[in-house]
């Protein structure tokens, strides 16, 4: 192996004399400032020695305090000394060789990347200083917004906005078609290995005069900013009305139904104990000798009289209120069956319009309707799967309607069975 000692020797010499300089209790001037470029620009990294002096016969740096190696771009001997170069930066920097001789060493970095971010250190031995200059390479790119849903919880549809390939990291939000910020919470972001941002928002939106919209990512560092529009066509807002009504109804009946049903069980408990209070009446009645002691009983009969005569009127007035919530539920499947049979004609016209799209001017427009087409269908299938919890819905109230039929049926026998035994006790208190 042939080893080259000249080169060994340089390199441990520019090494040493940067040491020694580095150890000298160097000054940072105060012209440090920010250079701003985007991917694939060439830049320009100044660095002038004031007043101007001849640089071509000195050693003079240029590097990243951050990187290892640091050194980015090095004259030595009357020439670009490149072998401790780090390797990120190879084909990518020069210096204007003509101007060294004014003082100026001003660094030139072709094809900046993201990886370039950093703060560079241009040090002159002469006056043993250094300069920083601080580089920001920053990206940006047109958000892209779509429909992704209807929001049958609020009538409002949902707008979903993202944005790639921005650096720094960027803001994002959104305008209604007054130029109003709208409120849709914090955006969401990532990075990728380079630490480039991916940002993405979601809001839902409900119908108004100008249902035009505005997504808006922006960087204010490096002064970049994007946005792009999306218009809501009236007819894909649901109803608010029925959409508010079809909630409260479901509401309603989910408290009426547990309702009903703790009340069934507690009355359940009553008859149990109302039989057994029945039962020991029947023995202690055989041995009732005086007229205080039925006097008595006759006025407990009657109290548990009116008790069971309030029982019925309240299972009666529930059983009326089931039985109108029932007609008004079955009138919200209805208009359920109507929904759907309306998403059914959008996405009919929206397949004929997508049919009858030609032409490349029209293909994005086409792509637009078949989004469309298929938040139709999501959102048909989300209706029929409604419909067919309201008709679960409507089974259990049936139900319960049939079982407070019965409660009521059983009341009546009971309060039928502590008439005649008033009517006995009543006898007897004749007798005596």
Known sequence: MIHNPDGFISGFFISLILLIHLNEGQQEADSSQTIRAMPGDDVVLPCHVDPPQDLSQFTVEWGRPDLKP???????????????QNKVFKGRTSLFNDKLKDGNFSLKLSDV???DNGRYRCYNPKEKTEYFIQLLVGSASSPGASLSGLDVSSSGVMLDCSAAGWYPEPEMFWLDGDGNIMSAGAAEKSTDPDGVY????RVTVEKRNNNNFTCRVQQRDINQSRETHIHVPDDFFINESSCSVSISFNVILVVMFVLGVAFIIWMKKQNKNEKKKLKKINEEQKNLITAPRLEDELEKRNKDQKIIDQQIKSLTEMLEELKEQKKQFDDQTVEADKMIEEDEKKFRAVDDEVTNQTGNVIEKKAQGYLKLKGIIVET???LTEKKKGHQQVGYMTDKLIKRTNDEINKLKERKEEIENHVKKIQKQ???K
């Open 113 to 115: 990347r993201h990886s």
């Open 429 to 431: 208190l004749d007798e």
């Open 380 to 382: 048909k299938e989300k």
């Open 198 to 201: 991916t940002v993405s928002s």
């Open 70 to 84: 640091r050194f980015v771009h090095v004259w030595h001997n009357q020439k670009e000394y490149l072998a401790d």
